[in-house]
């Protein structure tokens, strides 16, 4: 199985920051790389997919880049909706999650 | 709309089978592959199998390989997820999602909301 190290854990940052979070892969899997969003007693909602893509409907504060097998969700300026748990997913070889990063309020 | 809703969770005794189904609507099922993830309480998502959008082809994470059967039936729009031999560490919420691949693993853009399985004596 490939591996997806996710960082940080968690992080706590304030409305309108400039918030990252990087997962690295153990091989290349390409861009078959997608980001979820996560809220308490919520199914996954799809943000980015195919490591830059954006998904319809999500607001352009989020943003997917790669570098190798290293790749990054960012969230340009946070907003109050955005507290949430966010995860990574390959799909290049079957899937792997990545084990999330939740967000929190400073 | 796309909807996609799992029933057949519960409390279930370790040792037990058990069988999820998800019945979706607002997409041609027969188009799409489709995915089985579960949740542990308190922990992240761990992926559990995928179906060719025909049904002929099935991938499985290594942990339930072997126990777990991913099938579908596309005259009804129906996704299932056969389970055997429930242990503890089954317990979770299970999610069907919606993968626009059809043979292919892509992303997964329309979940469910999950059903709950426990396993517990």
């Known amino acids: 199985d490939i591996q997806m190290t996710q960082s940080p854990s968690s992080l706590s940052a304030s409305v309108g920051d400039r918030v990252t979070i990087t997962c690295r892969a153990g091989q290349n899997i390409d861009t078959y790389l997608n980001w979820y969003q996560q809220t308490p007693g919520k199914a996954p909602r799809l943000l980015i997919y195919?490591?830059?893509s954006l998904q319809s409907g999500v607001p352009s504060r989020f943003s997917g880049t790669m570098s190798g097998t290293d790749f990054t969700l960012t969230i340009s300026s946070l907003q109050p909706e955005d507290f949430a748990t966010y995860f990574c997913?390959?799909?290049?070889?079957?899937?792997?999650f990545g084990g999330g990063t939740k967000v929190e309020i400073k | 709309q796309v909807q996609l809703v799992e029933s057949g969770g519960g409390v279930v005794q370790p040792g037990r089978s058990l069988r999820l189904s998800c019945v979706v609507s607002g997409f041609t099922f027969s188009g799409c592959g489709m995915h089985w993830v579960r949740q542990a309480p308190g922990k992240g998502l761990e992926w559990v199998a995928f179906?060719?959008?025909?049904?002929?082809?099935?991938y499985y994470s290594d942990s339930v390989k072997g126990r777990f059967t991913i099938s579908r039936d596309n005259s009804k729009n129906t996704l299932f997820l056969q389970i055997e031999s429930l242990r503890d560490d089954d317990t979770a919420r299970y999610y069907c999602?919606?993968?626009?691949?059809?043979?292919?693993?892509?992303?997964?853009?329309?979940w469910g909301q999950g059903v709950l399985v426990t396993v517990s004596s």
């Open positions: 195919a490591a830059a």
């Open positions: 999602a919606r993968d626009p691949g059809r043979t292919t693993m892509t992303h997964l853009d329309y």
């Open positions: 997913q390959q799909t290049y070889s079957k899937s792997t």
């Open positions: 179906i060719w959008h025909d049904g002929s082809k099935e």
